[in-house]
């Protein structure tokens, strides 16, 4: 029953004036005062946190309740197994976390890869198809080079043949004309006669320029 006033004073809010007055005495308190009014009694009862001890705990130091080895040794053990578990499953659990990670980042850069992959490949298919073409392109401009090569060799020969059979016509016909003045079985007689009726002499001096100057007369 005396801590019922104590207790109505501690909580939020106003508190009737009777109330305040009957714990604290008469006063000038026109109205209601605040629960937590500086001149309300503190929410411990008797003291505050900065009154000095009583006079018969001045002396007294508190000692640690007695401690059971046996109970320690259990409670530690049993906190040891406590912290083992906690590790291992937190150990577990970043594995756990950290392998999904890499799923995820492995799927990223799979997808990545493979996007990289299909880039690179339209792009070689690209690059191949554009060197075949130059390929191509280059061994047609050689074969016609080639063919005009062969063309112009064989318009040479042709040429040069042509040139070579003239030479051989006008060696044959000059041949046949100079055949005319063989001298033969059958003309012998009478080349012999016209060599004894035109005598020729060949015993003469010329000059620079091809003029006969001395000719010995036959006798």
Not at 133 to 141: C, D, I, L, S, T
Request: hydrophobic residues 35%.
């Amino acid at each position: 029953a005396a801590m019922l006033p104590a207790l109505r004073r501690c909580r939020p809010g106003p508190v009737p004036l009777p109330v305040l007055a009957a714990a604290l005495g008469p006063g000038p308190f026109p109205g209601l005062c605040p629960g937590w009014s500086p001149r309300a009694v503190p929410a411990r009862g008797r003291k505050t946190r900065h009154d000095p001890p009583a006079k018969s705990k001045a002396g007294r130091v508190k000692l640690p309740p007695p401690v059971d080895p046996e109970e320690l040794l259990v409670v530690l053990e049993r906190y040891r197994q406590h912290r083992l578990v906690l590790n291992a499953l937190r150990a577990e659990f970043r594995a756990e976390v950290q392998r999904k990670r890499e799923e995820l980042l492995a799927a990223e850069v799979s997808l990545e890869e493979l996007e990289e992959h299909r880039r690179l490949m339209a792009w070689n298919d690209e690059e191949n198809a554009r060197q075949q073409a130059r390929r191509e392109e280059r061994v047609r401009k050689e074969n016609e080079e080639q063919k005009r090569r062969k063309l112009e060799i064989a318009e040479k020969q042709a040429r040069k043949m042509e040139t070579f059979q003239e030479e051989k016509e006008k060696e044959v016909l000059q041949l046949q004309e100079e055949a005319k003045n063989f001298i033969t079985p059958e003309n012998l007689e009478a080349r012999i006669e016209e060599c004894l009726d035109n005598p020729q002499n060949y015993n003469f001096a010329i000059d620079k320029d091809g003029r006969i100057v001395k000719r010995t007369v036959l006798s």
